[in-house]
């Protein structure tokens, strides 16, 4: 079982939906959680951050941790044609080799219609 | 400020040839780390340095490898190519030794013959 599971999809959307996107883990050691949004054919970027358990807000995404269930999602609001792109979880621990890598899910790959 | 810059943009090699693929920084991050992204696979980090002089290995560092003799270089050398080895590349730096929020350069397209 890889340590970050993540569904690929793709998710296809209307205008102006609400998002859901989750990544489970494994490793109870992770405390740091990333969002990364990857547009085609380009690098990904940092989204928002999270660490150890509760919510993170910022515009139109809110970011949510569960420690106890080893889930985290990403919601998107009032989602737009700009929000087509893959979304990346991230994860990494805070001491030992793990504090210096981080570990991506597969990505999930987002459409929103116009 | 470039940010991460990443060269060549695209290479075609072929199987046993050897190249380096170069990654500079001009934000004088401490951290900075290789990756490779193939479909289905997601970001698998291959190397990765929390200052000049010192280099570790991640999750797939055979057939690479790295040094880091200044901040702002990190360069990955491909030593016999294999097609298994045909992905996109990513460099990327991070403030602090943490590599808690990564900047990307924009890639490297290679295709191992």
């Known amino acids: ?114 | 400020n470039a940010g991460v810059t990443q060269t060549p943009k695209f290479q075609v090699l072929k199987t046993g040839q050897s190249m380096t693929l170069q990654c500079a920084q001009d934000m004088n991050h401490e951290y900075m780390s290789w990756y490779r992204q193939d479909p289905g696979m997601g970001l698998r980090l291959i190397h990765y340095s929390v200052g000049a002089g010192i280099t570790d290995q991640g999750e797939v560092p055979n057939g690479y490898n790295v040094s880091r003799s200044t901040t702002e270089d990190f360069p990955l050398r491909l030593l016999s190519a294999a097609p298994s080895q045909t992905s996109v590349y990513f460099c990327a730096s991070s403030p602090g030794t943490g590599g808690f929020t990564q900047y990307f350069g924009p890639g490297t397209r290679l295709t191992v013959l």
């Open chain 1, 1 to 114: 079982q890889k340590e970050v599971e993540q569904d690929p999809g793709p998710l296809s959307v209307p205008e102006g939906a609400i998002v859901s996107l989750n990544c489970t883990y494994s490793n109870s050691a992770f405390q740091y959680f990333m969002w990364y949004r990857q547009y085609s054919r380009k690098g990904p970027e940092l989204l928002m951050y999270t660490y150890s358990s509760g919510n993170k807000e910022d515009g139109r995404f809110t970011a949510q941790v569960d420690k106890s269930s080893k889930y985290i999602s990403l919601f998107i609001r009032d989602s737009q044609p700009s929000d087509s792109a893959t979304y990346l979880c991230a994860m990494k621990g805070n001491s030992g080799a793990g504090s210096y890598q981080l570990t991506f899910g597969k990505g999930t790959k987002l459409s929103v219609i116009p």
